[in-house]
């Protein structure tokens, strides 16, 4: 089983950028598909990037593509998140989830979840 840890949410201004880190342990995130998801007050939680760690294959949800860039570390066994040009709308709680692949976008396919970490944009 895989414990997930997520940190680097904060208090941002909008347009800038933030780094959200994912850390798994009790398991390595080889065989997994690892996705982050965000969840506004009120809101569902949405998709935002997701990656399968065994061939790289990455998928972005429309509203971050070319803003957001998701990238892994196989040594430190981490998912990262690199969030460029935020927007107000897109302060939530963010998530990091595992599964085993497929990469899929529901959040009712994924077994493994984090605690979450607060994004806050200010506009």
């Known amino acids: 089983q895989v414990q997930l840890v997520e940190s680097g949410g904060g208090l941002v201004q909008a347009g800038g950028s933030l780094r959200l880190s994912c850390a798994a342990s009790?398991?390595?995130?080889?065989?997994?598909?690892v996705a982050w998801f965000r969840q506004a007050p009120g809101k569902e939680r949405e998709f935002v990037a997701g990656?399968?760690?065994?061939?790289?294959?990455?998928y972005y949800a429309d509203s971050v593509k070319g803003r957001f860039t998701i990238s892994r570390d196989n040594a430190k066994n981490t998912v990262y998140l690199r969030m460029n040009s935020l927007k107000p709308e897109e302060t939530a709680v963010y998530y990091c989830?595992?599964?085993?692949?497929?990469?899929?976008?529901?959040?009712?396919?994924?077994?493994?979840w984090g605690q979450g970490t607060q994004v806050t944009v200010s506009s």
């Open positions: 990656i399968r760690w065994s061939n790289g294959y990455i």
């Open positions: 989830a595992a599964k085993i692949p497929p990469l899929l976008t529901g959040p009712d396919k994924y077994g493994y």
């Open positions: 009790g398991r390595t995130f080889s065989g997994y598909a």
